[in-house]
């Protein structure tokens, strides 16, 4: 295992429809035949006085004009009325993407919910928006039919069935193959992920050297792809072997969580956290810090669960100044108040401001770790009515405006039936908001068995690598004796399940393979390859040199030198 070295300037401008059009036909992994349509990653979260132009100058929807019609509540129809368009003849398999504009009156907001109803299924929930009476706002969603349809039914309503005016406008449907899909997530990759270079070799007057033999390979790489680890892997000398060869980040499951450093008031022991953070460190494997709070009092400790008031503050000012101050610049990330938007056991306790507070004391702890907001059913689904997108940013605008050091958006995806185009959907809008985003507890559970496991969490992961916005994906498979939280990547002998084989082929999929070539004329050998760290071998005649380099994300061409 290298170290993975952290690239500069890493941050890049949201990719919309009209820029990744025009580059579109420079990609290097796609024929230039593809006529199909081009994901359009566009996305608002600002109230607006007048709705945009539609995307995709409104696909299918085009020149369509929404009825209304019954609202549809757990498949049951409601006195209401509301817009709906008629769509006719879609394909099973093909994923669909959707937008539209909302305007309501009634109430001063509301949480609209777009719904799909076919012959054979209701699919409650494939886009939200939190709506605002006076304005427009945009809701962003899509679905995957698990059969054809020759008539359905795109409803529009107000998720708690309440009988409000909804008015919607600038609507778009934009259906892709899979094989479009695939195609759109490869251009991504190939732009975002990789990076053309070019080694110029020559002898020590300069001269160009055609015909050298080159040799280049990718020892680490830039993005980082891990998962969670558990005590289990101490002393577990196969373990930790299988983890190294895979993954350049982890997570600590349980072991950082309160109830495990300090389970006895006054009484902290970090001795596991401590073993597992130096076998990660003699690694040079990066660590997320998972958590400092849990909202959930279920997953308070229980001599936490007793104190209120000043005995409450000060023990939650205990807790940040020792866990921040022992591991100070050992984690690149700090999950520090744990789904807030389910539970808000201190809020409760100790005002609104506790939350704020939080943040504000770790920083301070710990100015260079990334503080990030954790939590579950984001891209998961959007029938969660206390985690939908818009509430997520709002909640993180709301925090930031008070003055919390906020830097990173955790999205756990614990899913069960993935729902591409809503993950993708709900991604555009938070990445709105220019912060790292991360996907940070992976799995599918195993209501769904092994097979299906594994077909969902390739969608997932291919579906996180391939958007511009998400910097690190983690996966939720420490491995125990009696197995893992949801999905294990192996049985306890290390033998692939078949959720480790979709893993192992990705990252051989998404890391440059040893590349041999000579130079041209120009004494110049080009490539492109995934962001990371590289070494090379030049020869030539009798003469051969060794280096190293690293490409990082940019645009421009890598150009890298060596004389023989």
Not at 105 to 122: D, V
Not at 272 to 277: C, E, K, S, T
Not at 464 to 474: A, E, L, Q, R, W
Request: glycine share 6%; with cysteine; proline share 4%.
């Amino acid at each position: 295992m290298f170290y993975t070295l952290q690239c500069g300037n890493m941050k890049h401008s949201p990719i919309f429809g009209g820029y990744l059009a025009f580059f579109f036909l420079l990609s290097i992994s796609l024929a230039a035949s593809y006529d199909g349509p081009v994901y359009d990653f566009t996305a608002y979260t600002e109230c607006k006085a007048q709705p945009e132009e539609p995307l995709y100058q409104g696909g299918i929807l085009k020149d369509q004009q929404p009825v209304m019609k019954r609202s549809i509540i757990s498949e049951t129809a409601t006195g209401f009325y509301t817009p709906a368009f008629v769509l006719k003849n879609l394909t099973q398999g093909s994923v669909y993407c959707f937008s539209t504009w909302v305007r309501i009156q009634g109430a001063n907001s509301a949480l609209i919910r777009a719904s799909l109803k076919t012959e054979n299924r209701t699919y409650d929930c494939i886009g939200t928006v939190s709506a605002k009476s006076g304005c427009w706002s945009f809701l962003k969603g899509g679905f995957i039919l698990d059969s054809p349809s020759n008539l359905a039914l795109l409803l529009f309503q107000n998720s708690d069935d309440k009988d409000i005016d909804i008015t919607i406008a600038s609507s778009s449907l934009q259906p892709f193959t899979d094989q479009e899909w695939r195609i759109n997530q490869q251009y991504i990759i190939n732009t975002q992920r990789k990076r053309a270079a070019t080694i110029h070799v020559s002898d020590q007057q300069g001269n160009r050297l055609q015909g050298a033999e080159i040799t280049v390979d990718q020892v680490s790489k830039d993005f980082p792809f891990g998962s969670a680890i558990a005590s289990t892997i101490l002393g577990n000398l196969p373990y930790q072997s299988w983890f190294v060869e895979r993954f350049n980040a982890a997570v600590f499951e349980n072991e950082l969580k309160w109830y495990a450093t300090e389970p006895d008031q006054g009484k902290t022991n970090y001795t596991i956290a401590d073993q597992m953070l130096e076998f990660v460190r003699a690694h040079q494997i990066i660590a997320r810090g998972h958590n400092i709070f849990w909202e959930d009092p279920k997953y308070t400790p229980a001599w936490v669960r007793n104190l209120a008031g000043p005995e409450l503050q000060s023990a939650v000012n205990s807790r940040i100044q020792s866990v921040m101050s022992k591991y100070k610049e050992e984690f690149i990330h700090w999950d520090v108040s744990n789904e807030m938007l389910h539970f808000d056991f201190y809020e409760q306790r100790l005002g609104p401001d506790a939350t704020l507070h939080f943040y504000e004391t770790a920083h301070q702890s710990d100015p260079l770790a990334t503080l990030f907001m954790n939590e579950f059913n984001v891209v998961e689904t959007c029938s969660d009515v206390k985690s939908t997108v818009d509430t997520y940013i709002e909640r993180i605008r709301d925090l930031k405006q008070g003055g919390m050091y906020m830097d990173g958006i955790g999205l756990e995806s614990h899913f069960t039936v993935p729902n591409p185009a809503l993950m993708r959907a709900v991604l555009d809008k938070l990445a709105t908001l220019g912060l790292p985003i991360w996907l940070t507890e992976v799995d599918i559970s195993s209501s769904v068995g092994e097979e299906l496991q594994a077909i969902y969490l390739e969608q997932v992961l291919r579906e996180g690598f391939s958007h511009p916005s998400v910097n690190g994906i983690m996966l939720w498979t420490a491995l125990h004796p009696k197995g893992c939280y949801e999905m294990c990547l192996t049985d306890k002998n290390f033998k692939n399940l078949p959720a480790g084989e979709v893993v192992d082929n990705l990252l051989k999929e998404w890391q440059t393979g040893e590349i041999n070539g000579q130079t041209d004329e120009h004494g110049s050998y080009s490539f492109y390859g995934f962001l990371g760290e590289y070494k090379v071998n030049v020869s030539s005649g009798n003469r051969s040199a060794n280096s190293t380099f690293s490409l990082c994300r940019s645009d421009e061409t890598k150009h890298f030198s060596i004389q023989l």
